[in-house]
């Protein structure tokens, strides 16, 4: 396991270190000054001199990007414009808004689309199954926006159900957290839960024609034990992949489903930040996102591990 | 010398060739007929928007503001009595050239890279590969906000955002076959006989990778538009008064008592979107290539 771990590692820190570069360099692609877009046009000469020499804009690239490193990773992300506040308190409080919404999306998509498609493979051809195929093509075309649009129209103004936007913490309120959630992680759950569901069925019908399958049914495995220990524990690996692959875009979803049910997430703070050319937050907001998806991306791999017993450790 | 531009052209010949075989199956594939006749339906509404659209799409008319679908108003009017319908139409505008246009652009210059990539080898091609790995990292989406936050929110940035996001995937499936083609016979004897590497590359790498560029383009066609639709959505893309789907949906949600308002850009982002996808399907079955995207 650990060495496994660790090549995977091996592989993945190249990539981080270039995709923190990146992140670093749009400081550079900045047209202009880019002391204004870190202490905004209001600061005098003084404070942009003593942030050249703190930066280091006048030493090469390298150098520059080592410095922004190791204040990165000593927690310092720079300050907002607007109030001054650091970008590192503002992460503390919209990391966990859109940690939570990726969550339950997730969640959604596993408790919906794997009994789903486990039922249309099963009953293969049936309405059931025509049901799932439907809604699974339809899902993966609807744009999240619109999604959330017609579910705040469906479950907030017409059923009344629901409340439609707002946001209250777990730890305040953990119902109205929970009431206020649910559309939102539905929002940009919609087309996950249909890549899980194509998925499933798709990986079943495969698993439920290999030989060991039959083996197993002529050994006279009862039908349950045969689904969950049998087909299942197989099936199921290539639907983690679709997970691991697809949360970068779940992600990507979140950006506008916090805009539209107006949640204070990370998405949010970028977008807010682009518009009031508030630069350090966007550059966090990045950073921690594309961070977060790499581990994501090792935590996939590592827990193909445990599925499957061929993949040795 | 003679001889090789005989051989060209019966090459040639034999690749239009495979096109219209192409073409016929596509005809028979309807899934993919399906995506492909609503989406000339789109253009043509687009390139003709002037002549079919039933009202100006920036008409201000104050007499019938937020009126519901009706015979003079097919499709309502928004909060400021403009036509729902022919801001659709010009909308189209918008979306398809983003579309096009950046694909396009991501298509030459992920290719470009790709090749060169492939084709050099060794270190450079490692380098080079790193780098795409990193910027696939991002998703779109994020990738897209970072660019126009260096550039600055307005369409030409959108375009050039979204061609950017697309890069990594079209340079590493071309670096892919180009590692594997510049071993076969035909790109070693064209090399044996003093062509260049840039003739090599055009004449004889390319057209082999082409058919699974195409592939891949028609594929990722729908993802771009609606990263596109999310950008205008935030307000990041073409600025107003040009009407585009998802700037309507953004403003639709001031609006909640006009449903009109919030169904119909919605439902055309959705349709073209599946169009998109069934078309690119249908020309991957027809060109038979499984790309492992």
């Known amino acids: 396991m650990i060495r496994r771990i660790l090549s995977r590692m091996l592989y993945l820190l190249p990539i981080a270190a270039i995709t923190s570069f990146l992140v670093f360099s749009m400081l550079l692609l900045l047209p202009g000054d880019p002391t204004f877009a870190i202490v905004g046009e209001m600061a005098n000469e003084q404070e942009r001199q003593q942030l050249r020499e703190e930066m280091g804009f006048d030493q090469p690239i390298p150098v520059q990007y080592v410095k922004w490193l190791q204040r990165v990773l000593s927690g310092d992300l720079g300050r907002s414009l607007r109030n001054q506040e650091p970008v590192s308190e503002m992460l503390a409080t919209r990391v966990p808004v859109t940690l939570e919404l990726t969550f339950l999306a997730v969640l959604l998509s596993v408790v919906i689309g794997i009994p789903g498609g486990i039922i249309a493979a099963l009953k293969r051809n049936s309405w059931v199954d025509f049901a799932v195929s439907f809604l699974a093509m339809g899902g993966m075309a609807l744009p999240y926006f619109w999604a959330g649009i017609l579910l705040i129209r469906l479950f907030s103004l017409q059923l009344g159900w629901l409340p439609p936007s707002g946001y209250v913490a777990f730890t305040e309120d953990p119902l109205q957290n929970l009431k206020l959630m649910v559309l939102p992680s539905l929002t940009i759950g919609v087309s996950l839960i249909a890549l899980v569901m194509r998925q499933t069925r798709t990986s079943m019908l495969e698993v439920m024609s290999q030989d060991y399958i039959r083996t197993a049914r002529a050994k006279g495995v009862s039908k349950l034990r045969l689904l969950v220990r049998h087909a299942l524990h197989n099936a199921l690996i290539p639907v983690i992949t679709v997970i691991g692959l697809q949360t970068g875009a779940l992600v990507g979803g979140a950006v506008v489903t916090e805009t539209i049910f107006s949640l204070p997430g990370l998405g949010r703070m970028v977008v807010e930040g682009i518009f009031e050319r508030d630069f350090a937050p966007v550059q966090a907001g990045i950073l921690v996102i594309v961070t977060g998806l790499i581990l994501v991306n090792l935590l996939t791999d590592l827990s193909y591990a445990s599925l499957d017993r061929r993949i040795k450790l | ?293």
């Open chain 2, 1 to 293: 010398m003679i001889d090789t531009v005989a051989t060209h052209h019966a090459g040639r010949e034999r690749s239009e060739n495979r096109y219209l075989v192409m073409l016929r199956k596509l005809l028979r594939h309807k899934i993919g007929m399906t995506g492909l006749v609503i989406i000339l339906v789109i253009i043509v509404c687009a390139a003709l928007a002037p002549v079919l659209a039933p009202y100006d799409p920036a008409e201000i008319d104050y007499e019938s503001m937020m009126t519901p679908p009706s015979w003079a108003h097919l499709l309502g009017t928004d909060e400021i009595g403009r036509d729902i319908l022919s801001r659709l139409i010009y909308g189209a505008q918008v979306s398809l050239k983003v579309v096009f246009v950046s694909i396009f652009l991501s298509l030459v210059i992920g290719g470009a890279i790709g090749l060169v990539s492939g084709y050099a080898g060794g270190r450079t091609d490692n380098i080079i590969m790193r780098f795409m790995d990193a910027l696939l990292a991002f998703p779109m989406l994020i990738l897209a906000l970072g660019i126009i936050a260096v550039l600055g929110p307005n369409l030409m940035n959108a375009i050039l955002a979204l061609a950017i996001v697309n890069v990594p995937g079209f340079a590493r499936l071309v670096r892919g076959q180009t590692l594997s083609i510049r071993e076969l016979d035909f790109v070693q004897a064209a090399r044996s006989i003093g062509a260049s590497d840039i003739r090599v590359m055009a004449r004889h790498v390319w057209p082999s990778v082409a058919g699974n560029v195409i592939v891949y383009a028609s594929l990722r066609a729908s993802a771009v538009l609606i990263v596109e639709s999310s950008l205008a959505f935030l307000g990041l893309g073409a600025e107003p008064p040009t009407p585009t789907w998802g700037q309507m949906l953004a403003t639709s949600m001031e609006y909640w008592s006009a449903w009109w308002l919030s169904v119909f850009p919605g439902l055309a982002i959705f349709l073209a979107a599946l169009a998109l996808n069934f078309f690119g399907d249908g020309v991957r079955d027809v060109m038979d290539v499984r790309l492992s995207d």
